[in-house]
């Protein structure tokens, strides 16, 4: 989704301001490790993401896209959302029809959801108030089939479990907060329902069960190219600085190579300042987990792309993978996607709240997750 853009001053503090960090940046980058190794370093690093991590999970991504088409297709999505109703409203105090947003944008991303809110015939089981929370209900479902395919084709089916119900007590939370907010903001307006939401009804392709299968599995599978496609720039430019900000050189002795992975080692300096904190809060492995979540921030792709690398060094384990699943669901990218999506909803002057509601969401998820984790461990 491109958000509007506007037009502004030429040469304005923001340019200087971004000059200033951007030399920084790269300076100390190109200093520590000279400038010829820093862009063998960032464009090899790019290119073994390209090929073993994307297409990874471009593959997983079509998997995905098909399954969820035939789940959509054959009725079992909709079955799901009349299962889901009855908790939905109970716990989010929102419409059981938000259950369809959810469940959307679990098969697919976080923008999906903005379809849903322009056709009348969802938008009018919502009072006003409520229609701004559906960007942070969603978001926290975004991606979420492909990050737990992913999270279970590493081998940690129970870790990805664990780590979608912290993904829910996430959601629990930022929605609420934000439903507090937009109440706060917009008031109580009234709602007129026109008829009973269908629960026996749903829509299916024309043609016989074999062409609607073949349709359905088709059409699942090309959103999945598109998904995979659509996360080229944030794994490769985004994974690539967090990579090269967390990593130190492959061979200390020798010292930089300009080889992939090579980097500064910042990253974990930071996160060791930090892990008193993050240790009991999130249960992290090593300080080096902690670029996990700061990139799915604004790219949950690329957050994925950062977790063989730390498998095959042993900086995480099971516990990490809960928490990851948990924060990179539940955030999801949610600063690339927050600001276009409340401009999309037309709630605009609320994009700050959703931003605090949802920063504070996958807090709780991630701490929930290893909560959660520890506490099935000692159970078991």
């Known amino acids: 989704m491109i958000s509007k853009k506007k037009r502004v001053k030429v040469g304005n503090r923001e340019t200087y301001l971004f000059m200033l960090l951007f030399g920084l940046l790269f300076g100390y980058l190109a200093y520590t490790m000279g400038i010829n190794n820093m862009f063998s370093t960032l464009m090899n690093t790019a290119h073994e993401l390209l090929l073993n991590t994307i297409l990874y999970i471009m593959a997983i991504a079509v998997l995905s896209g098909a399954l969820g088409g035939l789940l959509v297709e054959f009725g079992v999505v909709a079955w799901l959302n009349n299962f889901l109703i009855p908790f939905i409203e109970p716990i989010f105090k929102m419409p059981g029809a938000t259950a369809i947003g ?48 992913f999270m279970i084709g590493k081998g940690f089916f129970f870790s990805a479990l664990i780590g979608n119900l912290g993904a829910i007590i996430g959601c629990i939370v930022s929605s609420r907060l934000m439903l507090y907010y937009s109440k706060k ?42 998904i995979g496609l659509s996360i080229i ?36 300096k930071i996160g060791k300042l930090l892990f008193p904190i993050l240790k009991p809060l999130f249960g992290f492995t090593s300080p080096e987990a902690i670029a996990v979540p700061v990139t799915a921030l604004g790219a949950v792709g690329a957050a994925l792309g950062l977790i063989p690398k730390f498998l095959e060094a042993g900086l995480i384990g099971g516990g990490d993978i809960a928490v990851f699943t948990a924060m990179g669901m539940c955030w999801s990218g949610y600063l690339s996607t927050h600001v276009a999506m409340m401009d999309a909803l037309g709630y605009r002057q609320l994009t700050t709240k959703a931003i605090l509601s949802h920063t504070i969401g996958g807090l709780a998820a991630g701490i929930s997750a290893n909560l959660l984790y520890h506490l099935v461990l000692l159970l078991i």
């Open 233 to 268: 720039p944030g794994v490769l430019v985004i994974c690539t600085l967090i990579m090269i900000l967390t990593f130190g050189p492959a061979n200390p002795e020798i010292g930089y190579q300009g080889l992939a992975f090579e980097g500064v080692g910042l990253l974990p």
């Open 102 to 149: 959810g469940l959307t944008t679990y098969l697919s991303d976080n923008p999906a959801i903005i379809s849903l809110v322009h056709d009348t015939e969802f938008r009018k089981y919502f009072k006003e108030y409520q229609i701004p929370v559906l960007c942070n209900f969603g978001t926290a479902f975004g991606m979420g089939l492909i990050v737990t395919s």
């Open 185 to 226: 903001e917009l008031g109580e307006s009234s709602k007129e329902i026109e008829e009973e939401f269908s629960k026996e009804w749903r829509f299916i392709r024309d043609g016989n069960v074999s062409f609607r299968f073949l349709e359905a599995f088709l059409e699942g599978g090309k959103m999945g190219v598109e």
